[in-house]
Nanobody, 126 residues
Framework: DVQLQASGGGLVQAGESLRISCAVS?????????IGWFRQAPGKEREGVAW?????????YADSEKESRFTISSDNPRHTVHLQIHGLKPEDTAVYYC?????????????????WGQGTQVTVSS
């Protein structure tokens, strides 16, 4: 079975950087999939942040603001996918989740992600 586990969150000061990681297991070398990072802030809906395509290493971001401060990366997406956040802001406070899309389509759509890991809390103090 495919399993995901996010880790690396914590309490950080505004302006600092943080790298969170998603431990991935259960995919074979023949599987193609997307790993997405999502986040849910208190009182808000969960939103997409960034996506990694295992087939070619292509990365995508939800918008230009996230692309300017977030970096999704992986040397081996069948093992670990990272999300680096630069210039943290209090509004980045959220539970961050990683998830896998094995459908191969709609990688920006949350409903396409069928396998979710437990989230990791990121709290940014001002």
């Amino acid at each position: 079975d495919v399993q995901l586990q996010a880790s690396g969150g914590g309490l950080v000061q505004a302006g600092e950087s943080l790298r969170i990681s998603c431990a991935v297991s259960g995919f074979t070398s023949h599987d193609n999939f997307y790993i997405g990072w999502f986040r849910q802030a208190p009182g808000k809906e969960r939103e997409g942040v960034a996506w990694f395509d295992s087939s070619d290493g292509r990365t995508s971001y939800a918008d230009s603001e996230k692309e300017s401060r977030f970096t999704i990366s992986s040397d081996n997406p069948r093992h670990t996918v990272h999300l680096q956040i630069h210039g943290l802001k209090p509004e980045d406070t959220a539970v961050y989740y990683c998830a896998a899309n094995v459908l191969g389509i709609g990688f920006r759509v949350q409903q396409s992600y069928t396998i979710w890991g437990q989230g990791t809390q990121v709290t940014v103090s001002s």
